[in-house]
């Protein structure tokens, strides 16, 4: 069982917005400022879209951001669209280890 | 371009030994640690540890802990994860990935594609 939560699943329409949240203690997420984000298609590796809390790589859409508040890290994706359709996973470090959350099925409608 | 080349698949028996590879190409391969990556079918993904591969320095993760072995080789710049003898438990599709950690920064950036470890009698 993972350290992190997250919701099983969301769901919204083409173009809606929608946010997945991770929740930790004050020894993972609230206290680090490392937490990524990384989107998953059926059958393919991971794929980084957010780190360090709210930093984008480059190439990454803009409709993904990132933010933090407590022990509660989120994931907000703007103008959704059928390829975001995914699992997204958190991470946050913690003392010489790595968390993943359990992941968060997105849903396009 | 930075990549990470893992072999598609691995078939074992229950007992049998095995190491699955991890090659990097188009960066500094010892500038950046390698993390290996757990995800068992149809769930979520797991970190299993990490090696700097400057110095070979390692950390598990505590559930993977004397299970496995992680180690690299310079000279190849290619990662390995090692187990000695495998159960049907490690049957899971397996990543390794490039971990950038600094004191103000932690991710994984590039991931290579998986070896998926089917181990069956």
């Known amino acids: 069982q993972s350290a992190l939560t997250q919701p099983a699943s969301v769901s919204g329409s083409p173009g809606q917005s929608i946010t997945i949240s991770c929740t930790g203690t004050s020894s993972d997420v609230g206290d680090y400022k490392y937490v990524s984000w990384y989107q998953q298609h059926p059958d393919k590796a991971p794929r980084l879209m957010i ?15 990132g933010s933090k508040s407590g ?10 669209q059928a390829e975001d359709e ?24 | ?19 699955i590879s991890c090659k990097g190409s188009g960066y500094r391969f010892t500038t950046y640690w390698i993390t290996w990556v757990r995800q068992m079918p149809g769930k ?41 003898s495998l159960t049907a438990s490690d049957t899971a599709m397996y990543f390794c990935a490039r971990q950038s950690c600094t004191s103000s920064s932690c991710y994984f950036d590039f991931w290579g594609q998986g070896t998926l470890v089917t181990v069956s009698s």
């Open chain 1, 51 to 65: 780190y360090d809390v709210t930093n984008r790589p480059s190439g990454i859409s803009n409709r993904f951001s």
């Open chain 1, 71 to 80: 022990n509660t890290a989120s994931l907000t994706i703007s103008g959704l």
């Open chain 1, 86 to 109: 995914a699992d997204y996973y958190c991470s946050s470090y913690t003392t010489k280890t790595i968390l993943f959350g359990p992941g968060t099925k997105v849903t396009v409608l």
């Open chain 2, 1 to 19: 371009e930075v990549q990470l080349v893992q072999p598609g698949a691995e078939v074992k028996k229950p007992g049998e030994s095995l190491r």
């Open chain 2, 44 to 84: 979520g993904l797991e970190w299993m540890g990490r090696i700097d591969p400057s110095d070979s320095y390692t950390i598990y993760s505590p559930s993977f802990q004397g299970h496995v072995s992680i180690s690299t080789d310079k000279s190849t710049t290619t990662a390995y994860l090692q187990w000695s």
